[in-house]
Nanobody
Framework: QVHVVESGGGLVQAGGSLRLSCVAS????????MAWYRQAPDKQRELVAV???????DYADSVKGRFTISGDNAKNTVYLEMNSLKPEDTAVYYC????????????????WGQGTQVTVSS
């Protein structure tokens, strides 16, 4: 079993900053990628940023230049530094980990955290 836990959400004024953290734990053989998604009310969940084990990083166009994703492979942890926050960044932010488990070394599985609320006031 693999567990993914996010932390760091909250309420911030427009223009402010927040840092989200996510840690994966459990029967992990290898983490192949970790990503942040978000879902606003009445909208579909969308990819915000992703980092892969090989070092590739990608961002949604809407957050480029404002958000930074970083990871610590040794700690199975990923961070999302969010600057210049806008009201439209308000959403529940979910961490996703694509994991190869100790029980299934030949496969990869998606694991999700429970989400953390980010609210940006105008």
């Amino acid at each position: 079993q693999v567990h993914v836990v996010e932390s760091g959400g909250g309420l911030v004024q427009a223009g402010g900053s927040l840092r989200l953290s996510c840690v994966a734990s459990g029967s992990i053989f290898r983490i192949n990628s970790m990503a942040w998604y978000r879902q606003a009310p009445d909208k579909q969940r969308e990819l915000v940023a992703v980092t892969t084990r090989g070092g590739s990083i990608d961002y949604a166009d809407s957050v480029k230049g404002r958000f930074t994703i970083s990871g610590d492979n040794a700690k199975n942890t990923v961070y999302l530094e969010m600057n210049s926050l806008k009201p439209e960044d308000t959403a529940v932010y979910y961490c996703n980990a694509v994991v190869t488990t100790l029980q299934s070394v030949g496969a990869m599985f998606n694991y999700w955290g429970q989400g953390t609320q980010v609210t940006v006031s105008s």
